[in-house]
Every structure is written in C-alpha cells, then in structure tokens.
C-alpha cells in the first residue's frame, strides 16, 4: 500500500492591506515587503528540511500565489506544478472588506466585533452591489462560479467549501503519495486544519495562524493526522508569531 504524501501548509506572506491592519477578504492586494521576506524565509526553511512538494495548491488570490512563486524559486524547483483554486480563498468579509480593524472595534464594540470576526457561524452584513460588483471585476476572481463570491460568509461556510476541496482534490493526491505545499489565508487554513484535526467549534476560533510559517503534516495509512495539529518547522518561532496574532486579536 502507498503511504500517505506529507501536506505542507504556509499561510501567504504579508500583504500590504494586513500591514495596515485592514479586513482584506476577497480584496487582492499585493504583498508587502515584509510579506516577500517572509516568503523567502519559508522557502529556506523548507530547502533546509528538504521538503520539496511534487505539486503547490493556492487560492486564486495573488498574495497566495506570489508566496508559492518565491518558495518555489527558494526552493530552487520553479517548475513544480501550481494549481489556483477558489475553495482556498479568503472569507468574504462582507461590509467589514477594506475597513480598518481598529475603527470597526470602537463603532461596533468588543461583542458584535467579535462575533463578525471569529465566530463559526457569525456573518458580517453584506457588501453592497457595488462593491461586490468591483470585487468581481479583478482578474484574480473572473470566470469563478457565484458561489466563489458571496456578499458575505462564515467560517463555517468557508469550512464546507474547504472540506469539499479536501475529498474532492487534496486527499485523493496525498493518498497516492504525493507531497503537498498548500498556500492559502488565515481563514481557509484555519478550516483547512478544521477539517483536518476534527476541531471543535471553540477550537477553530481560538485558532491562529501566523503568517509565512510552514507546518508540516503527516498521516497515517487511514489518512488521520500523526500529530493533530500538525509540526511547524520552526516551532517557537511560530508560537511567538501566532501569540501577537491572537494579540492583534486574532486572524
């Protein structure tokens, strides 16, 4: 029997409107400077554990895809194959897109800013038409089907487009041996590792993924997690990073 392929998940580098600390959703801003050394940061990480992936997964927004170029090229492995796919794009943040995170905490308060932001079923109220018009309009998201562009979504909506991803794509190329370098957001990777490590609700919310650091799962013959919640290639260093992330209040 074939054993399993090893999944590597990299959240993208920082983007320009994460360094403003803004809502980005479906928006698709390039990285920033930072966010490109991080991504050259993953990819030496990855060439130091020789972790070579025989095909890359990214959503279909360019922060993701830029990440996956430059470890790529880190890796020195500029052909391996990438595939964009929708279902690993970022929630839509609905009316909250392109807002200023700490300017919608004193309008909306603690609570309902929470609750739009990190809870499993909570939805922020939709974007208008006219925004969602203009989103539509990017060349990162034309020709996607509609329901690749709500108004609006949950985490638990992003958690049942991702699980189809996973039986539709990704655990059929593991199981045939295939290693996996999967480059996607703060809130596909979150239901990503739902999915994977059967979280709870309150788990997934309290869950934070920093930006820039690979982590590394294997599986067993029935294709159950080795280690639930996977290894970071470079543990403490990801720990501090997802520590001011949660500080930030969260992803």
Known sequence: ???????????????VLNAEDRFTGLLDPPLSAAGKAEAVQAGAMLASAALIPDIVYTSTLRRTVDTA??????????????ARVWELNERSYGALTGRARNELLCELGPEVFHF???SYYGAPPPM???Q?????????????????????????????????????????????GADVLLVGHGNSL??????????????????????????????????????????????LAA??????VAAAGGT
């Open 132 to 176: 969602l018009g203009v989103i539509r309009r990017s060349l990162a998201l034309q020709g996607l089907p509609p329901e690749a562009l709500p108004a609006t979504e949950s985490l638990c909506g992003v958690v049942k487009r991702v699980r189809i991803f996973w039986h539709r794509e990704l655990r059929p190329r593991l199981e045939a």
């Open 190 to 235: 979150r239901a990503l590792c739902c999915v994977l490590d059967s979280l709870t609700e309150a788990e997934v919310e309290a869950l934070n993924i920093p930006t820039g650091h690979p982590l590394l799962y294997g599986f067993t013959p029935a294709m159950v997690p080795v280690v639930r919640g996977g290894d970071y290639l470079n543990p």
């Open 116 to 118: 739009w932001r990190r």
């Open 1 to 15: 029997m074939q054993a399993p392929g090893k999944l590597l998940v990299l959240r993208h580098g920082q983007s």
């Open 69 to 82: 170029r430059i470890v790529l090229k880190e890796l020195g492995s500029p052909g391996v194959p990438v």
């Open 128 to 130: 208008s038409g006219t």
């Open 239 to 244: 720990r501090t990073a997802a520590a001011l």
